[in-house]
């Protein structure tokens, strides 16, 4: 089974899509977290302000990169 939202506006400009799976094992289950984050709304414009280029989208895999201020690592500690 698996739970998937539709995406939320985390912080600078970041959407966090989350999704949980879950596993039964015996008596109990697992559930694994998991997510995707890209450009909402806001970071959309400011890339195209920054890069001249429009209409970027999609979404890329969260990884802790260990550092604080990136898209990425924002939107895994919104996950977390």
Not at 36 to 54: E, V, Y
């Amino acid at each position: 089974m698996q739970i998937i939202c539709d995406g939320k506006s985390v912080e600078g400009g970041t959407q966090l899509k989350a999704m949980a799976f879950t596993e039964e094992e015996g008596d109990s289950s697992k559930v694994t977290f998991s997510g995707k984050w890209g450009l909402d709304a806001t970071g959309q414009i400011g890339m195209m302000a920054f890069s001249g280029m429009g209409g970027l989208s999609g979404r890329n895999k969260i990884v802790w990169e260990g550092v604080k201020g990136t898209k990425n690592c924002i939107a895994f500690q919104h996950l977390v």
